[in-house]
C-alpha cells in the first residue's frame, strides 16, 4: 500500500533533467557539452558551437538544447535564416532548436539573452541523421504550453504632472550620487547655454501636458556637430554624456511652441577618483562609457593591464595577484563596432560580457584564484574597429575555503 502511495518527485533537480537530456540525445551521432554560464537579467551572451556540430560529415541535423532551472526566463537570438524564426523564448527554462540541411548555418551565431534576475544556464548539442525526441517528449513537466494571447491593456495610464516628472528625476539622481542638479526653462524660440564640468551629466527635457512634440538638439559651437534627439512617445528626452574636460553646451528644442512649458533637468555626477588621463581626454571619455557613465565605481583601484587590439579574437593570458578582485572595461577607440565580447577566467570560474547595439563596450568583474592567473579575451566584429582594454585592482577577494 505504501509504494502504491508513493509518487514520483514533482520537480527533479537540474541535474537530473541534464541526464534525462542526454538520454534523450543518445540516439544522434555525435553529442557534447557546451558549459554553463551564470547570467544576469538583461545580459546577452553569445553561444560557440563546436566546428563538428555543423560538419556535414557527421550528421545532416544539428540541435542545440539550453537548460536552466525551471523558472527561468530567457531568449535566443539566432542567425536570420530566410522564412525560418531567428528569435525565440524560453519561459521554463528549457528550449531546444534542430535545423537540418544548409539551415544549420543559422546556429553558427547564437545568443542567449536572460530575463530572469539570475540563473545558470547549461548548453547541450547533437549531431544526427534526424531531429531527437521534442523537448515536451524528454521533459513534460518543462512543457509550458500555448501562449496565451495579449489581452486588453485598457486606457494608457494618466501622464505625470511636469513637476513629479522633474521631482522624480531629481529623486533618482540624488540616489544614485549626483554631485547637483539643476532644473532650467527651455525656451522655444531661443537655447540654454550650459557649461558642464568633468563628468558625466544626465539630461531630462520634457514638457507640459499637450505640448508638441519636440527634437532636442546638443550643440558645441560648430552646428556641423548638433546631436539631435527626438522625443519618446512621451514626449521625453533622456539623454547622458560624460566629458573629461569642460565643455560649452548650447540647448534648444526643435519643432517646439511657445504654447506649453518645457523643463531640461540636468544632472551632474563627477569623474571616478582614479580615472587615467593619461591616455588623453578622447580615451578618457570612451573609458567612462565603458565603465557605465554616471553609474561606474565612484573610486576605481591601480591600472594594472592596459592593452590595444584590433578586431578578431585576442587571448590576453595574464599574471596578477592572488585572490584579488578586479573591474576589466574594454572601449572602442576607433572604427564601427558591430559586437564585442569580454571574458575573464581565472581557473574554473569565467565571466563574460557582451556590447549591445546601444553601448559599443563591454565590462566585466572578477576575482583571481590562489595562483593569480587569468585568461582574458576580446572578440571584436566590425568595420576597421581598434580598441583597448583597461583593468583596475579593486579590492582583495574573499579567501577560498580550505
Not at 546601444?358 to 568595420?383: H, I, M, N, Q
Amino acid at each position: 500500500m505504501a509504494g502504491a502511495l508513493t509518487a514520483p518527485a514533482a520537480r527533479a533537480d537540474l541535474g537530473d533533467d541534464l541526464a534525462r537530456l542526454r538520454r534523450g540525445l543518445a540516439g544522434q551521432v555525435r553529442v557534447g557539452s557546451l558549459g554553463f554560464r551564470l547570467l544576469e537579467r538583461g545580459e546577452v551572451a553569445p553561444l560557440l558551437l563546436p566546428p563538428w556540430a555543423v560538419d556535414a560529415t557527421t550528421g545532416d541535423c544539428t540541435t542545440l538544447v539550453l537548460l536552466a532551472p525551471a523558472p527561468t526566463q530567457f531568449l535566443v537570438h539566432v542567425h536570420p535564416w530566410p522564412g525560418l524564426q531567428s528569435v525565440f523564448a524560453a519561459s521554463a527554462g528549457a528550449f531546444q532548436l534542430t535545423r537540418c540541411g544548409a539551415e544549420r548555418a543559422s546556429l553558427l551565431q547564437v545568443r542567449i539573452e536572460l530575463r530572469s534576475p539570475r540563473a545558470v544556464v547549461h548548453g547541450l548539442v547533437a549531431v544526427g541523421t534526424e531531429p531527437p525526441l521534442a523537448l515536451p517528449h524528454v521533459l513534460p513537466e518543462r512543457d509550458a504550453g500555448a501562449i496565451a494571447p495579449l489581452g486588453d491593456p485598457g486606457p494608457e495610464p494618466r501622464r505625470e504632472p511636469l513637476a513629479a516628472r522633474l521631482a522624480r528625476f531629481e529623486s533618482a539622481a540624488s540616489l544614485a550620487g549626483a554631485t547637483g542638479v539643476e532644473n532650467v526653462l527651455l525656451p522655444s524660440p531661443g537655447y540654454v547655454r550650459l557649461a558642464l564640468a568633468p563628468g558625466c551629466h544626465r539630461f531630462l527635457a520634457t514638457g507640459a501636458e499637450g505640448a508638441a512634440p519636440f527634437t532636442l538638439l546638443l550643440g558645441e559651437g560648430d552646428d556641423a556637430n548638433v546631436e539631435r534627439l527626438p522625443a519618446s512617445e512621451q514626449g521625453d528626452v533622456s539623454h547622458e554624456l560624460c566629458s573629461a574636460t569642460t565643455r560649452k553646451l548650447s540647448v534648444s528644442a526643435e519643432g517646439a511652441t511657445a504654447d506649453a512649458e518645457r523643463r531640461l533637468g540636468v544632472a551632474h555626477f563627477s569623474l571616478p577618483v582614479g580615472l587615467p588621463g593619461r591616455f588623453g581626454p578622447e580615451v578618457a571619455e570612451q573609458l567612462l562609457d565603458a565603465l557605465g557613465q554616471s553609474r561606474a565605481p565612484r573610486r576605481l583601484g591601480s591600472l594594472v593591464v592596459t592593452a590595444l587590439g584590433a578586431q578578431g579574437r585576442t587571448p590576453l593570458p595574464r599574471a596578477l595577484l592572488p585572490q584579488t578582485c578586479y573591474l576589466a572595461a574594454l572601449a572602442v577607440v576607433h572604427g564601427r563596432a558591430q559586437a564585442l565580447t569580454l571574458a575573464a577566467r581565472s581557473g574554473a570560474v569565467s565571466a563574460e560580457a557582451s556590447s549591445r547595439d546601444t553601448d559599443p563596450s563591454a565590462r566585466v568583474t572578477f576575482c583571481t584564484g590562489r595562483s593569480g592567473a587569468v585568461d582574458l579575451d576580446v572578440e571584436a566584429r566590425g568595420l576597421g574597429v581598434a580598441w583597448q582594454l583597461f583593468v583596475f585592482q579593486m579590492g582583495p577577494a574573499r579567501p577560498e575555503a580550505g
